[in-house]
């Protein structure tokens, strides 16, 4: 089975920092990854598409890069809503996979 | 607005069964690909079952096969999900979410959830 491993589990950083997420597939993805925000109690947010395609609506200090097995998301500068828990997710195959998520906390 | 909205969750017994449903408005369901992911309490996402827009295909996670099915009716905007033989750890909040028409995959709608406890 597809697994997706991301990494740190959680992060702890302050507001206008600089951070990044990877995500590793356990077999070649391509560029079909997602990558979803989620805050306490609500719904995930599609954030990134195709690895690096930003959704309508997004801040642009969300970016996303990475393809074949290793990929990242980059917060160029964190602001106070960015504090939630990020998934990465793979679309290689019909039975889509999430990754353990990111937990960025604030220092 | 593209809105879902999910129920049918409860408290079941272990062993027993649950159908839930999601209500889909504001956009053309027939097109969409839709999905149920789930959540345990405290801990992350997975993935629980696929159906296409024209119900020509269904996939399920490992852990739900056999157990689960999902269904849709695009006459009723509404997509479900039955579940048999339930577990306690299927214990969980259930998402319906639409897959994006462009990027089959890519979870772009989410309902906000409904919530399944499996317990005696």
């Known amino acids: 089975d597809l697994q997706m491993t991301q990494s740190p589990s959680t992060l702890s950083a302050s507001v206008g920092d600089r951070v990044t997420i990877t995500c590793r597939a356990s077999q070649n993805i391509n560029s079909w990854l997602a990558w979803y925000q989620q805050r306490p109690g609500k719904a995930p947010k599609l954030l990134i598409y195709?690895?690096?395609t930003l959704q309508s609506g997004v801040p642009s200090r969300f970016s996303g890069s990475g393809s074949g097995t290793e990929f990242t998301l980059t917060i160029s500068r964190l602001h106070p809503d960015d504090f939630a828990t990020y998934y990465c997710?793979?679309?290689?195959?019909?039975?889509?996979?999430f990754g353990q998520g990111t937990k960025v906390e604030i220092k | 607005d593209v809105q879902l909205g999910e129920s049918g969750g409860g408290l079941v017994q272990p062993g027993g069964s649950l159908r839930l449903s999601c209500a889909a408005s504001?956009?053309?369901?027939?097109?969409?690909?839709m999905n149920w992911v789930r959540q345990a309490p405290g801990r992350g996402l997975e993935w629980v079952s696929y159906?296409?827009?024209?119900?020509?295909?269904?996939s399920y996670a490992d852990s739900v096969k056999g157990r689960f099915t999902i269904s849709r009716d695009n006459a009723k905007n509404s997509v479900y999900l039955q579940m048999n033989s339930l577990r306690a750890e299927d214990t969980a909040v259930y998402y319906c979410?639409?897959?994006?028409?462009?990027?089959?995959?890519?979870?772009?709608?989410w309902g906000q959830g409904t919530l399944l406890t499996v317990s005696s």
């Open positions: 195709k690895a690096s």
């Open positions: 159906v296409s827009n024209d119900v020509g295909v269904k």
């Open positions: 504001g956009f053309a369901f027939r097109n969409y690909d």
């Open positions: 979410a639409t897959e994006n028409r462009n990027y089959g995959g890519v979870f772009e709608h």
């Open positions: 997710q793979q679309y290689n195959t019909y039975s889509r996979t």
